[in-house]
């Protein structure tokens, strides 16, 4: 519904190739740009109104031998505040800003996105599953910003080499491309198509362009060196190792490493977990997302096939430290149709695992057909685990989708033999641009289990989950809400043995108001049923209905400011209620200084966890969860940042229980208090000596402690600064040859 071809004049394109190289450096006053396809028609989608924009943008579109330029021209009057601050790759927030979307395959399974704000930072991210946007991928590609008084100019080059590509020895190819344009002082974004990233089909949504294509090949050699010093245990650490990138050609593309430092200079977010589902985590090491879409298959509810953090996680030893990995190897390719990939890596130790995987995806038009397969050998626990996993998509109308996988695993260990299947079905239905549908069934067999190569939240399930939303977007013009979005969603869920789960449904009302900023509200109802996790395999606990009801309003930029406050009134116990308060804000000290902070912090009267077997306990709790980043950016390619988390529990006043043989909770005496501290600091500064050529210099201090009493809240955040578990010093060095 939203696709409709567009032809490029190939004779004018050719000629234009024969000219001089475009000079990336933001002017588009090369003659070539005059010969490129021109994107005029923007429309706002954000407030989702999908009339003309109200400020003009022009887009172009231009093959070249070097790669797919792109050009944007951006008129921004005085009128209008230009928001321009310096960021982090992949950490553009609020700035004016300009996105490119490609699908190079117009196939509708991956997609690119690269974003160039006003002050030329930038992003890049890969698109799956239509709308499912991960920034771990850090692509090279060429980038320039140009500042005027009228407005601003943008132009991007993304090379033949970026990302695999099938057919790429043809003359001309079919992409799917889409561009859009952030106004930041309006909130407001505009784009060419109307498609819009919060809709279930988006992706699928770009606009066909055939163009010319040029055949291009790439080998580059990424040697590292580290240095980390233990200031705790005084002794010092060195390692180097190096990455391969060999790219003869958008149909086959090879990645490998040698002792690679699989180390990140990117803290993760601190989480303290009581739940029965490990936290998932991102991987930005650049092994693992570089060419990785095609491996990206990802499971209803929540589980992903291939979960490269699996790789050098916790060793088998039960040491506690992380494995080793002695090499690792992945490779993509095309042919036809018929996309495929390899992955293999092995960790270095006795106890070390080996991880293997392979992918077959075959494309017809916007159909397709795929299996990925997966191995992981785990000596130490004499653990051998494989799984199959088949993935279709069939379009059945522009605008419906039918999609299914089907899931098998057989898992050896110490002679014993599992096998078990499941299941997902999703059809979606977009009968119009305000109008969406999506239905989902999943089956999840009580022994299935991907969980060693991938991310498994649950086994044992069988669900029905339907969403509807709706956009209103024709309010007067005078309304101060531009639009309302309307978002129902109804799931039951149960499991093998016959028990009703926790089934829920909710409604929400997002509203767009016409001066910038957002208030969303969001009311749930948990129907009564079992929860057959919480006790880690040791019984079933029967929970009665809970309600949940948060509402949240994010301004839009005023001045040097921005913020976001939000509340939650929930339920999370046996009869009590919580209540918790989301806060962040942000504050420009200049475009190359900025501070922002995040307060959310939890009372709850009723807070019922797992302590041990059968045994649950209800506490009083108070939780705070805090985080304080700063960014400043003292001349080009130099940045520096800071970043304190620090996450604190203090549980008390404890009632315990026990599980009865029906489900019921029955008085089982007291628990003791206890309180959780976990505090982190890091100082990372980057300098960038060319291109994904960098020098790494961070220094990291936190630590974690429990203790069996109640600390008030003062005393828990001055100890939480003395916690050392860490405390060091890394230098790196990984350059670009």
């Not at 916790?314 to 042919?335: E, V």
């Not at 960790?347 to 159909?367: I, K, V």
Request: hydrophobic share 40%; glycine share 6%.
């Amino acid at each position: 519904m939203f696709v409709r071809p567009v032809v490029l004049s190939l004779l004018c394109l050719v000629g234009a190739t024969a000219k001089a190289a475009l000079r990336i450096d933001g002017q588009i006053d090369e003659p070539q740009w005059r010969e490129a396809q021109v994107f005029r028609d923007f429309k706002r989608t954000q407030p989702y109104t999908l009339d003309t924009a109200s400020v003009v943008t022009e887009a172009r579109l231009l093959s070249t031998p070097e790669g797919i330029a792109f050009a944007f021209r951006c008129e921004q009057p005085a009128s209008i505040a230009r928001v321009k601050p310096f960021t982090p790759r992949d950490r553009i927030r609020n700035a004016d800003r300009v996105n490119v979307m490609i699908d190079f395959d117009a196939d509708g399974k991956t997609g690119y996105n690269f974003t160039v704000s006003l002050s030329d930072s930038i992003e890049d991210a890969i698109i799956t599953d239509e709308n499912q946007f991960s920034t771990d991928w850090d692509a090279d590609w060429q980038h320039a910003v140009q500042e005027d008084a009228e407005g601003w100019s943008a132009e991007i080059l993304l090379p033949w080499t970026i990302a695999s590509m099938r057919a790429s020895g043809t003359p001309t190819r079919d992409v799917a491309v889409y561009v859009d344009r952030v106004t930041a002082a309006r909130n407001e974004r505009s784009a060419v198509p109307t498609a819009f990233y919060g809709n279930p089909v988006f992706l699928s949504a770009f606009q066909r362009v055939t163009i010319p294509q040029y055949r291009a090949q790439i080998l580059d050699f990424f040697p590292y060196v580290s240095a980390l010093y233990d200031l705790k245990h005084p002794g010092s650490e060195f390692r180097a190792g190096a990455d391969l990138f060999w790219k003869p050609s958008g149909d086959f593309q090879l990645t490998a490493t040698v002792n690679p430092d699989f180390g990140q200079v990117e803290s993760d977010e601190l989480v303290v977990n009581f739940d029965a589902i490990e936290t998932y985590y991102s991987d930005k090491r650049p092994f693992f997302t570089e060419n990785q879409a095609l491996f990206d298959l990802r499971s209803a509810p929540d589980g992903v096939l291939l979960y490269t953090r699996r790789v050098g996680a916790a060793s088998d030893d039960g040491s506690g430290r992380a494995a080793d990995i002695t090499a690792a190897l992945k490779l993509n390719g095309t042919a036809g149709n018929v996309k495929y990939g390899a992955f293999l890596a092995e960790e270095d130790d006795e106890a070390g695992r080996r991880f293997a995987a392979g992918r077959l995806l075959y494309t017809f038009g916007e159909s397709s057909i795929g299996a990925l397969v997966t191995s992981v050998d785990r000596p130490a626990l004499d653990r051998q685990a494989d799984v199959l996993a088949n993935d279709w998509r069939w379009q059945i109308a522009p605008s419906l989708r039918l999609e299914g996988q089907l899931l098998l695993s057989q898992i050896d260990q110490s002679g014993a033999t599992s096998k078990d299947s499941g299941g997902v079905l999703r059809l979606t239905a977009t009968p119009s641009e305000n109008l969406q549908h999506t239905a989902i069934l999943t089956h999840l067999g009580d022994a299935l289990d991907f969980n060693d190569a991938g991310y498994m939240p649950r086994n044992n399930l069988n669900r029905a989950y339907w969403e509807s939303s709706y956009t209103r977007n024709d309010l007067p013009a005078d309304a101060a809400t531009a639009a309302v979005t309307w978002r129902a969603l109804g799931m039951y869920r149960a499991n093998d043995d016959g028990d009703r789960l926790n089934s829920y449904g909710y409604l929400t009302r997002n509203a767009e108001f016409r001066a910038g900023g957002t208030y969303f509200l969001e009311l749930r109802v948990d129907s009564a049923g079992y929860d057959d996790q919480i006790a880690r395999g040791n019984g079933k606990v029967w929970r009665g209905p809970r309600q949940w009801l948060f509402s949240e309003y994010e301004s839009a930029r005023r001045g040097k400011w921005q913020y976001s406050l939000g509340a939650w009134v929930f339920e999370e116990g046996v009869n009590g209620r919580a209540f918790q308060l989301e806060s962040g804000i942000s504050y420009s000290v200049s475009d190359r200084l900025s501070i922002d902070g995040e307060f959310n912090p939890r009372w709850s009267r009723d807070w019922l966890i797992w302590l041990d077997g059968d045994r649950l306990a209800s506490y009083r709790r108070t939780q705070w969860a805090t985080a304080l980043n700063i960014n400043w950016f003292p001349k080009a390619r130099h940045e520096l940042r800071a970043k304190l988390q620090w996450f604190a529990v203090d549980a008390h006043d404890a009632t315990a229980y026990r599980i009865t043989d029906r489900g019921g909770l029955a008085r089982a005496g007291e628990a003791e208090d206890f309180s959780v501290n976990n505090f982190g600091l890091q100082l990372r500064y980057r300098y960038e000596l060319a291109p994904q050529s960098e020098l790494y210099l961070v220094y990291s201090r936190g630590g974690y402690e429990e203790r069996d009493r109640r600390d008030d809240s003062a005393e828990l955040f001055v100890d939480a600064l003395s916690l050392r578990d860490a405390d060091q010093f890394l230098a790196k060095l990984r350059y670009r040859f």
